[in-house]
């Protein structure tokens, strides 16, 4: 009997989706809305010239975040687990909601509700990071932090959970009025799968979902074992790199080997803004705790290389022979990569007599 009570909700959701489709087309002049018999066509088609006078009617996105995430994005940020991209995303949830700039990034747009869906840490969790001895901090009232309620069974009616998910979400922003949504993180949305198929379904989703609400969305991922001298790159992001083909905008957080407890931040993808913060002018920042907030205070930009782990001689030396001896164990050079976070090229290298 549960399951038969959620149908209504699912279907008069499909019906809100439909009639909202036709009303904006038929604004457009392509059908009319209480036609029955009107075609919905897949494609929006017009004379490139008129999409342009169409567009002029938009306003320009505004930042977010500098060029890192900018309004009506679809934004990815990842970074090894234990790095800070929780604190940071908590960070620009806090920054959206008040209207004020985490320096020296511009914030474009208006104070805005936020809601942060938080998959990572509990309740208690979130207060105690944010408490300092008796100094609680004051959040925006426009702040929402969201968790997964584990008492909740209707998610059992539903084959696929990220469908439910996505469902939970909408009515989460419709509660709040969010303009802005956080997730931390889009591994709990693929159902503990990383196949590509479940990263396109999850980015389908989600790019609807900013689409259908307005909305602005960044998703925190994880990087898998990687290799510390290596640039930060697309190939890092974990599972498929459909994440990063289907989303507008992606940043990376990586550790500094040359500054204990340094991090910093590079563009990965931007298709709104010109690349900013790449390889040679990567944004560095040291954590630091003010009023009982743990935040990021940026102090500059570098070079990325010189916050990658150096290798010396002896090391590489110490590296080949690690690879030989699991070469002569039978394991394959990839393999090999994997266990030692290397590149098969530099496996390759390395067993043909290279450093």
Known sequence: MDHIS????????????????????????????????????????????????????????????????????????FADTNMGKSLLAVQLADSISRGEAIAPFALGAEASAVLYIDFELTGKQFEQRYTDGQLRYQFAREFYRGEYNQFNRASSHYQQLDKYVIEALTRGIKRTGAGVLIIDNITCLRNGTESA?????????????????????????????RNPRLPLSRN????????????????????????????????????????TYGADNVCLAQLERHNGFLKFVFTGNDCEKNHLRDTSRQERERMQREVKRLSDEGLSQRQVAERLGLSVGSVNRMVRGGV
């Open 6 to 77: 959620e149908k209504p909700l699912v279907v008069e959701m499909i019906r809100e989706d439909v009639k909202g489709l036709a009303d904006k087309l038929a604004r457009k002049g392509q059908i009319v809305a209480s036609d029955p018999d009107a075609v919905v066509e897949l494609f929006d088609i017009y004379p490139a010239n008129e999409w342009m006078v169409m567009e002029t009617e938009h306003e320009t996105p505004q930042m977010l975040f500098g060029n890192f995430w900018l309004e009506g994005e679809l934004c990815i940020l």
């Open 197 to 225: 198929g479940a990263a396109l379904t999850v980015m389908k989703e989600l790019k609807k979902l900013k689409t259908r609400h307005g909305i602005s969305i960044l998703v925190l991922a994880h990087t898998p074992k």
């Open 236 to 275: 890092d992001l974990q599972g498929s790199k459909m994440l990063i083909n289907f989303c507008d905008s992606a940043f990376a957080m990586g550790e500094s080997h040359s500054a204990p407890g340094q991090r910093y931040l590079k563009q990965i993808k931007q298709r709104s803004t010109a690349e």
